[in-house]
């Protein structure tokens, strides 16, 4: 079992309101992602970091930001929530082993927007 | 394009069959491909990881195999539980010029293991 959290693991939500998931990890990875997931459909890669003070947007678009001020934590925040942002958010922090990458996946947050 | 499609969408066996999930890819240059297990509300969890010189590897009654050259992997479930009832994602990584892996993750195929 992965030492990687997220709350809350459940929210709803009205249409303008401002949220920020939160996402840590006691494993001390430097690299830690957002993907995006609707039901039964694949993970989108939305933002991803390579470690304090680094952000990088992921291959889905997406009006959600992303802050990286300490190594264990990486929160995503939406300004102003739309139905269209209800979906899965899952973090995931990875590490280097032999030359392979190994992603934790922490379990997840179902935001539904109203 | 960069791409894994998984096969069959969904799946639903008795408890004690033995069933095998089909991924095939077209992810290049290949790194890896790893077989995730997520459960229904959890983030994925890695069962195995297989690299282009390996054609097989066992995680208990989960085992994987690599067919490099086709670009073809299966997962096989031996003696189905009840526990196993979850979506199983095929994920590939290729390598990035100047460093770093870009992961392709496949749709999953949903798995329903019943008495």
């Known amino acids: 079992e992965a030492d990687i959290y997220q709350t809350p693991r459940y929210l709803v939500i009205g249409t303008g309101k401002k949220i920020t998931l939160e996402c840590s990890q006691t494993?001390?990875?430097?690299?830690m992602y957002w993907y995006q997931q609707d039901p039964g459909m694949e993970l989108h890669l939305i933002h991803y970091?390579?470690?304090?003070?680094?952000?990088e947007k992921g291959d889905l678009s997406s009006e959600s930001t992303v802050s990286r001020i300490r190594t264990e934590h990486f929160p995503l925040t939406l300004e102003s929530a739309r139905p269209s942002h209800t979906s899965q958010y899952l973090c995931?922090?990875?590490?280097?082993?032999?030359?392979?990458?190994?992603?934790?996946f922490g379990p997840g947050t179902r935001l539904l927007v109203l | 394009k960069n791409q894994v499609e998984q096969s069959p969408q969904s799946l639903i066996i008795l408890e004690g069959k033995n069933c095998t999930l089909q991924c095939n890819y077209t992810v290049s240059p290949f790194s890896n491909l790893r077989w995730y297990k997520q459960d229904t509300g959890r983030g994925p969890v890695s069962l195995t990881i297989m690299t282009f010189s390996e054609n097989t590897k066992s995680n208990g009654r989960y085992t994987a195999t690599l067919d490099a050259d086709t670009k073809q992997s299966s997962l096989h479930i031996t003696a189905s539980q009840l526990s196993d009832s979850a979506s199983y994602i095929c994920v590939v990584s290729r390598g990035l010029t100047g460093g770093g892996n870009k992961l392709t993750f496949g749709t999953g195929t949903q798995l329903k293991v019943e008495l």
């Open positions: 494993m001390g990875h430097d690299k």
């Open positions: 970091s390579y470690g304090v003070n680094s952000t």
């Open positions: 995931a922090s990875s590490e280097l082993n032999g030359g392979v990458e190994t992603q934790y």
